[in-house]
């Protein structure tokens, strides 16, 4: 089957400026979660979508963050306006949501930099 | 909320066997999982365990013990390949959200 895929897999910007990343789960999994990576840590959620229905965004800046799933497939992942701090990799990952056995399956990420 | 600990950095030498710990508290349990993560890369699943004991699956095994909050991943017949981070993921509840440690840079030396 098909991986996660997503794009771009780099991205550098200067602050202010806002930038948007696009993820398309493997077929038919029904959860879809954004992480933030700054390196050296471990993934931080940010969102997380069941269909196209958002059930966890409690550590997403939602003054600058927004992300949509419409359709309950591709997901877009947004930043507007940027900041230094956001430089990281931001990983999108999908589950077929089958029970909590299920493990999360990775695209390989867009790296960002915010000059 | 979920905590979860690891150690930062471990080293271990080709051959050896290494055993990475992670501890959590968490107000909901369901299951914990174990990525390694090679620079640069995504995140793969290694295991899942949610009851008590351990798991084992060719040269890797895991261990959980929900009681104490605390897992390992056992690493034998290391080789360099194994170098990476190893992430402990644990899952909630409800919506079953998946929080991780900050992982384990393990460095397998010749």
């Known amino acids: 089957e098909a991986g996660v895929a997503q794009s771009p897999r780099y991205k550098i910007i200067e602050k202010r400026q806002s930038v948007a990343f696009w993820c398309n789960p493997i077929?038919?999994?029904?959860?879809l979660y954004w992480y933030q990576q700054i390196l050296g840590q471990g993934p931080k959620l940010l969102i997380q979508?069941?269909?196209?229905?958002?059930?966890?965004d409690s550590q997403l800046p939602k003054d600058r963050f927004s992300a949509e799933r419409l359709k309950g497939v591709d997901s877009t992942l947004k930043i507007q306006p940027a900041k230094l701090e956001d430089s990281a990799v931001y990983l999108c990952a999908s589950s077929s949501g089958g029970g909590a056995s299920s493990p999360l399956h990775f695209g390989n990420g867009t790296r960002l930099t915010v000059t | 909320g979920q905590n979860i600990d690891q150690p930062t950095e471990m080293t271990a030498t080709e051959g050896a066997i290494v055993q990475i710990n992670c501890t959590y508290q968490t107000s909901g349990f369901n299951g914990l999982f174990w990525y390694q993560q090679h620079a640069g890369e995504a995140p793969t699943f290694l295991s899942y365990n949610v009851l008590d004991g351990l798991e084992e699956k060719g040269r890797f095994s895991s261990f959980l013990s929900r009681s104490k909050g605390y897992s390992y991943l056992l690493l034998k017949e290391l080789q360099m390949k194994d170098s990476a981070s190893y992430l402990c993921?644990?899952?909630?509840?409800?919506?079953?959200?998946?929080?991780f440690g900050t992982g384990t840079r393990l460095l397998v030396s010749p």
């Open positions: 993921a644990v899952r909630g509840t409800g919506f079953q959200k998946l929080v």
């Open positions: 077929s038919g999994h029904a959860t």
């Open positions: 979508f069941q269909n196209n229905g958002v059930v966890d």
